[in-house]
T-cell receptor, first 114, second 112 residues
Framework: GENVEQHPSTLSVQEGDSAVIKCTYSDSASNYFPWYKQELGKRPQLIIDIRSNVGEKKDQRIAVTLNKTAKHFSLHITETQPEDSAVYFC?????????????FGGGTRLMVKP | NAGVTQTPKFRILKIGQSMTLQCTQDMNHNYMYWYRQDPGMGLKLIYY???????DKGEVPNGYNVSRSTTEDFPLRLELAAPSQTSVYFC???????????FGQGTRLTVV
């Protein structure tokens, strides 16, 4: 099955700096790559996603890049703010016998210091 | 539009007890999922369903069972609870074809 690895597991940045989180996946058939943000005690919520026919997508301060050849994708957050502090999960959607399923990375705890 | 609703929010079980975690969604999503999240860890897929009457195992199915008799509901059954099942359980749903998954608020389960 699909295996998604995420690095780093923790990331501490100064407010205003950029943060980059990287994920690799194993199944070349994966075609959808979402990123979720989970604040403490809350449910994961989608912040941005990218499909395999696109190399980059941007939404204000966040962007995601995808390299299908190398099978990795990254989340970029610019001008970080304290409210960006959370755990971020990448995921890859692959086809199984029954249909699509999401496989998540292990998460990155981002801490933005004021 | 409530989205994905899970009950209960918290539960303490004794070893060997059984319980059912309820999940319902009102978005007419075909796909539904159950994940568990251990402290400080990622989300691991327990079971998923692509439609009423169809379920399949995920990465960590042992000790759990599911059923999907309607599009809206996807209950998760724990038989003979064990301390290793202490975790936060999230239900999620989505349309097919690789789309956004919407999560419930989670059920925090402790087995003592």
């Amino acid at each position: 099955g699909e295996n998604v690895e995420q690095h780093p597991s923790t990331l501490s940045v100064q407010e205003g700096d950029s943060a980059v989180i990287k994920c690799t996946y194993s199944d070349s058939a994966s075609n959808y790559f979402p990123w979720y943000k989970q604040e403490l005690g809350k449910r994961p919520q989608l912040i941005i996603d990218i499909r395999s026919n696109v190399g980059e997508k941007k939404d204000q301060r966040i962007a995601v890049t995808l390299n299908k050849t190398a099978k990795h994708f990254s989340l970029h957050i610019t001008e970080t703010q304290p409210e960006d502090s959370a755990v971020y999960f990448c995921a890859a959607s692959t086809r199984s016998n029954a249909g699509n399923m999401l496989t998540f990375g292990g998460g990155t705890r981002l801490m933005v210091k004021p | 539009n409530a989205g994905v609703t899970q009950t209960p929010k918290f539960r303490i079980l004794k070893i060997g007890q059984s319980m059912t975690l309820q999940c319902t969604q009102d978005m007419n999503h075909n796909y539904m999922y159950w994940y568990r999240q251990d402290p400080g860890m990622g989300l691991k897929l327990i079971y998923y369903s692509v439609g009423a009457g169809i379920t399949d195992k995920g990465e960590v199915p042992n000790g759990y069972n599911v059923s999907r008799s309607t599009t809206e509901d996807f209950p998760l059954r724990l038989e003979l609870a064990a301390p290793s099942q202490t975790s936060v359980y999230f239900c999620a749903s989505s349309f097919p074809g690789g789309t956004e998954a919407f999560f419930g608020q989670g059920t925090r389960l402790t087995v003592v």
